[in-house]
């Protein structure tokens, strides 16, 4: 990357894409999402002269030209953001109208399931009810690490630290590593799996853990919540974290957001969570 001002839009996606995207899961899918911005800017053009008009301009188009869902057009917006991020870094560089805001579109398909104790317990036993429990363990350490299934699926033993009780989830989605700690919950099942002979925490391939969760959730009756989905394990911990008055960034740090907005959006509190809080006043 240059170490001036002179910077291209060309520049800054190469530049990008090179340090971050190119080892990342979906950073193919980032790399398209910016050169939608690049084909509409212009290659050539400099990042200096963007601004949150520039980006409000770039959403009209997106959405009255493109016709873009908003969620595509947030996808969009955040290739943009990480160009932004990174350029302010360059030696040098100065936005000449004060750097662009990225205002993201509001969208209301959020995925809002999530797991009661009461029906955590209904999985757990239907898991084992059904000879899955292995699998069992898996749905334990989602609803209490809050990663994701891919990150679970390529932990080694070399991972775990049982001295200290963390697990190490490391190329995640955003490209970092993140230690997050382990409980009793989840250091009993690790332990055991270990004394079993186990080769890994969860020597699984995805299409087996999404067939046995087809099985339970038709047994369950659950087929007809379009919600009821392994990731929902996920977005239980995050809300349960949420709920607990844990600070919104030490769960970002925990769940691995690369945006604290993401971390935000798993937050729906009821209406006993509006009256508790305002008891405090």
């Known amino acids: 990357m240059p170490t001036n001002r002179i910077i291209t839009v060309s520049d800054a996606v190469n530049y990008v894409f090179l340090n971050a995207w190119s080892t990342q899961k979906d950073g193919l899918a980032s790399l398209r999402n910016a050169n939608v911005f690049t084909k509409y800017y212009g290659a050539?053009?400099?990042?200096?002269?963007?601004?949150?008009?520039?980006?409000?301009?770039?959403?009209?188009?997106?959405?009255?030209?493109?016709?873009?869902?908003?969620?595509?057009?947030?996808?969009?917006?955040?290739?943009?953001?990480?160009?932004?991020?990174?350029?302010?870094?360059?030696?040098?560089?100065?936005?000449r109208w004060g750097q662009p805001i990225i205002e993201y579109?509001?969208?209301?398909?959020?995925?809002?399931?999530?797991?009661?104790?009461?029906?955590?317990?209904?999985?757990?036993?239907?898991?084992?009810?059904?000879?899955?429990?292995?699998?069992?363990?898996?749905?334990?350490?989602?609803?209490?690490?809050?990663?994701?299934?891919?990150?679970?699926?390529?932990?080694?033993?070399?991972?775990?630290?049982?001295?200290?009780?963390?697990?190490?989830?490391?190329?995640?989605?955003?490209?970092?590593?993140?230690?997050?700690?382990?409980?009793?919950?989840?250091?009993?099942?690790?332990?055991?799996?270990?004394?079993?002979?186990?080769n890994s925490p969860f020597p699984f391939s995805i299409s087996s853990v999404e067939w046995t969760w087809r099985k339970i959730r038709r047994e369950l009756s659950m087929n007809n919540e379009k919600d009821f989905v392994i990731h929902a394990l996920r977005h239980t911990c995050i809300t349960r974290l949420l709920k607990r008055k844990i600070g919104i960034e030490t769960v970002q740090l925990v769940v691995g957001h690369s945006d604290i907005r993401m971390t935000q959006a798993y937050n729906h509190p009821d209406k006993f969570d509006i009256r508790d809080t305002l008891r405090r006043f």
């Open 44 to 95: 050539t053009n400099l990042m200096d002269d963007i601004s949150t008009d520039t980006v409000r301009e770039f959403k009209f188009f997106m959405k009255n030209k493109l016709h873009y869902s908003l969620g595509t057009i947030n996808r969009k917006l955040a290739s943009l953001s990480k160009l932004i991020t990174y350029v302010r870094g360059c030696k040098g560089f100065v936005f």
């Open 105 to 198: 579109e509001r969208t209301n398909n959020r995925r809002k399931f999530i797991f009661s104790n009461e029906m955590e317990e209904k999985l757990i036993s239907k898991s084992n009810e059904l000879g899955h429990a292995d699998k069992t363990c898996l749905w334990i350490f989602l609803i209490d690490m809050g990663c994701r299934l891919s990150e679970a699926l390529k932990l080694t033993w070399e991972d775990i630290d049982f001295k200290y009780k963390f697990a190490k989830f490391r190329n995640t989605k955003n490209g970092e590593d993140r230690d997050v700690p382990m409980f009793e919950r989840v250091d009993k099942i690790l332990t055991d799996r270990r004394e079993d002979g186990h």
